[in-house]
């Protein structure tokens, strides 16, 4: 089957002016007229804005409307009170660049090809904000959002946080603190909350709120907070907004079999070096950081509605992973497909204006590549035939009749580059995976397909921790569920990559190793980019 992936963005042309809707700029003799125009027809057809706040690393357990009391998100209790929420996200990948490129192209990573950070997106993919851009919205985006990772097309305007400037400076400040010989260590920034990163994110956000407010277009707003990834550090008075001594110690795991890299992240990590109050500081310290994020995420909202924007402005709230912090003795993330790294909050709060139901809270499996065709049907774009997500909100309106997936399914790994244990930002060595792991989970059971230290299976019922696998030896007969699971795994990895073929994805180039520009693309199943050892 031959599909188109591609179309070029033409300029339009309105009233004598064009606007280029690839670069964002007016032609000046026509301006005026052209934004007279463009007010008649927002008048007319008044397409809705959207904004899509994104925390990062946060996982689902670390928020009140997933029964966690001690994190202080008032912001995000306030939207789920006037919108919608979902207990049971799950994101198609345990790190930052593969499932924010899911997100943005609709398809799994098996599909587009980013299962480690060592891959870019693939190049003749479209990007969610390209196809908004070319249905007539200004699209903006400022904070982590993977501009070095090809996460960078379809943006009028775009700020990385890594650019020199404030937002560097910022993130330098934070990232000063952490140890580089452990991964639990956390405390306060030293600089004021109004000089942290999250705060000047969110103060640069407002100002593109009003550029975008002047193009006279429906706006997309991506605004990717950097809180709470670690380094476990937050201006004060977030660092000490919860008390350690209030937080229950996570399960460490002990007395548990864990496989051979787990334990070498937890030496690499200096777990045990680590007592049970720097344990439970580490978690109240990643706590406040959730807090520092909502409270600028309040500040857009209260943005929005200074300007009289809530009654035709979706708002979105997710994140892109989760975080150990603790739980089986590790912290930060690695390559690897637990409940803890996938599962994650998701808070959608439609117009004023519109019908939708408020202060629901929906049960029921849902992968982050439902945002793709979710935030397409808002903008009433016609979604792409291979997109591999389905549309929330027309399975809201079906009051969730039926289950959105039977089944949800990530993979990451097959990372072939030279980095190393990355503290005090990112990863510990032992968690980073040659192979590609697969995975897929149901609320019952969860599998992990692991050519490199085994499959692990758990009875998510009895053990939501994932501490007890069910395929370790001696471990007795295999569960009907988990065969299952085994079975729909390997079915996914064969639509994904006939899918993947069809469409003649072109994979980014493999970043942090050597001689990858040579190499000859592989089609192995499970093999993801060009070759690169």
């Known amino acids: 089957m031959e599909r188109r992936l591609l179309k070029a963005a033409a300029p339009v042309s309105l009233t004598g002016a064009v606007f280029s809707q690839s670069s964002g700029c007016y032609m000046v003799g026509g301006l005026k007229a052209y934004l007279s125009e463009r007010k008649l027809q927002r008048e007319i057809s008044m397409p809705p804005n959207i ?39 799950y994101t198609a990948s345990s790190i930052c660049t593969p499932s924010r490129t899911s997100v943005f192209t609709g398809v799994h990573p098996l599909v587009h090809q980013v299962t480690c950070h060592q891959n870019r997106a693939p190049y003749n993919l479209p990007q969610l904000s390209e196809i908004l851009q070319d249905a007539g919205y200004y699209t903006a985006v400022i904070g982590h959002y993977e501009q070095s990772r ?38 306060g920034c030293d600089c004021d909350a109004e000089e942290g990163n999250s705060y000047l994110v969110a103060e640069r956000a407002i100002m593109m709120l009003d550029e975008a407010v002047a193009s ?84 857009m909202y209260q943005a929005l509605k200074e300007r009289g924007l809530l009654e035709n402005t979706w708002i979105i709230i997710g994140s892109d992973h989760g975080d150990y912090t603790g739980e089986k003795g590790m912290f930060n993330k ?7 790294l996938l599962h994650v909050p998701l808070v959608i709060v439609p117009p004023a204006s519109s019908q939708y139901p408020r202060a629901e809270r929906f049960t029921g499996l849902i992968e982050n590549v439902d945002l793709f065709p979710t935030i397409l049907g808002m903008a009433g774009v016609s979604v792409p035939d291979y997109a591999q ?18 089944y949800v399914f990530a993979q990451v790994g097959d990372y072939h580059g030279s980095l190393k244990t990355t503290y005090p930002t990112g990863m510990p060595e032992a968690g980073r995976h040659p192979s590609l792991l697969q995975g897929a989970r149901t ?91």
């Not at 404030?166 to 452990?182: N, T």
């Not at 939501?464 to 065969?483: F, S």
Request: glycine content about 8%; some cysteine; charged content about 30%.
């Open 443 to 533: 609320r019952q059971f969860s599998y992990v397909r692991d050519p490199d230290y085994g499959d692990e299976a758990y009875d998510l019922r009895n053990d939501p921790k994932e501490l007890n696998n069910l395929l370790r030896q001696g471990g007795g007969p295999e569960p009907a569920d988990v065969t299952d699971l085994r079975t729909r795994v390997d079915d996914w990895e064969k639509r994904c990559l006939r899918l993947r073929e069809e469409l003649g994805v072109i994979p980014g180039y493999r970043g942090f190793t050597k001689g990858w520009e040579g190499r000859p693309r592989t089609r192995d199943v499970g093999s993801t980019d060009l070759e690169s050892k």
């Open 216 to 299: 006279q277009a429906p706006f997309f707003l991506h605004v990717a907070f950097d809180d709470p990834h670690p380094p476990y550090f937050v201006p004060p008075p977030y660092d000490s907004m919860v008390d350690p001594e209030d937080v229950k110690l996570p399960d460490m795991g002990d007395g548990y079999p864990r496989p051979d890299w787990q334990l070498r992240v937890r030496e690499q990590g200096g777990t045990a070096r680590a007592n049970e109050y720097d344990v439970r500081k580490t978690v109240a310290v990643y706590y406040g950081m959730i807090a520092y994020a909502d409270d600028q995420m309040r500040r």
């Open 150 to 187: 090809n996460l960078t097309r379809g943006w009028h305007e775009q700020i990385d946080m890594n650019q020199p400037g404030p937002l560097q400076e910022a993130l330098k400040v934070k990232y000063s603190g952490g140890r580089r010989d452990v991964a639990w260590s956390a405390g």
């Open 51 to 89: 904004v899509y706040l994104m925390f990062d690393q946060l996982k689902a357990s670390a928020t009140s409307i997933s029964g966690n009391t001690i994190v202080p998100c008032p912001f995000v209790n306030r939207m789920a009170s006037m919108g919608i929420s979902f207990s049971d996200v």
């Open 334 to 340: 690695t390559e690897s497909l637990y409940e803890c």
């Open 389 to 406: 997500g389905k549309d929330l909100l027309a399975w809201v309106k079906s009051r969730a009749q039926e289950p959105l997936h039977d």
